[in-house]
T-cell receptor
Framework: DAGVIQSPRHEVTEMGQEVTLRCKPI?????LFWYRQTMMRGLELLIY????????DSGMPEDRFSAKMPNASFSTLKIQPSEPRDSAVYFC???????????FGSGTRLTVV | DQQVKQNSPSLSVQEGRISILNCDYT??????FLWYKKYPAEGPTFLIS?????DKNEDGRFTVFLNKSAKHLSLHIVPSQPGDSAVYFC????????????FGKGTKLSVKP
């Protein structure tokens, strides 16, 4: 298995633009997580899905952030409009059971200028 | 309010010696504990875990210790190798059908040859 695949690896965008991050989880995994890593806050959970259904989105910072999982093999995290404070590394992770070790993707480094 | 704290942002150890990474938590409901390792430009990778019914778990050079009364988790690496140089995150969960992994901010380990 190729692991969790995220795209793009790097994204530089101007403030106010829409940004879409993509994730392909490991086949067969039924949990999918979106995390954000910053120096100040470390790794923080934004949202997670179970069987494509959003379970907890309490970590989504604002209405500017939205996430979807239209099928078991694809998820998106969208920021509209983007702001400089959204600059961070965004990780997607998947797992078979919620309390098992997660498998992380390599992350998307987002820079909003 | 940080539920999971890694108070040492960095640690430097000589090759062949023991590395001890520490993690403190505040929520006594946590019952599953993990360590992740992260290299630059990669996602975190699962290293070792322990459930609250145990106080020690070993996997090769890596041993995790859990002191529930002190709410303290530690990771021992013996002997340390230069390839162990990475950022180490502790993470924990209180299981069941709710909850998700909560991460510490990480400790950067440097193992010098």
């Amino acid at each position: 298995d190729a692991g969790v695949i995220q795209s793009p690896r790097h994204e530089v965008t101007e403030m106010g633009q829409e940004v879409t991050l993509r994730c392909k989880p490991i086949s067969g995994h039924d949990y999918l997580f979106w995390y954000r890593q910053t120096m100040m806050r470390g790794l923080e959970l934004l949202i997670y899905f179970n069987n494509n259904v959003p379970i907890d989105d309490s970590g989504m910072p604002e209405d500017r952030f939205s996430a979807k999982m239209p099928n078991a093999s694809f998820s998106t995290l969208k920021i509209q409009p983007s702001e400089p404070r959204d600059s961070a590394v965004y990780f997607c992770a998947s797992s078979l059971r919620q309390v098992s070790g997660y498998t992380f993707g390599s992350g998307t480094r987002l820079t909003v200028v | 309010d940080q539920q999971v704290k890694q108070n040492s942002p960095s640690l430097s150890v000589q090759e062949g010696r023991i590395s001890i990474l520490n993690c403190d938590y505040t929520n006594s409901m946590f019952d599953y504990f993990l360590w992740y390792k992260k290299y630059p430009a990669e996602g975190p990778t699962f290293l070792i875990s322990i459930s609250s019914i145990k106080d020690k778990n070993e996997d090769g050079r890596f041993t995790v210790f859990l002191n529930k009364s002190a709410k303290h988790l530690s990771l021992h690496i013996v002997p340390s190798q230069p390839g162990d140089s990475a950022v180490y995150f502790c993470a924990m969960n209180y299981g069941g059908s709710q909850g998700n992994l909560i991460f510490g901010k990480g400790t950067k380990l440097s193992v010098k040859p």
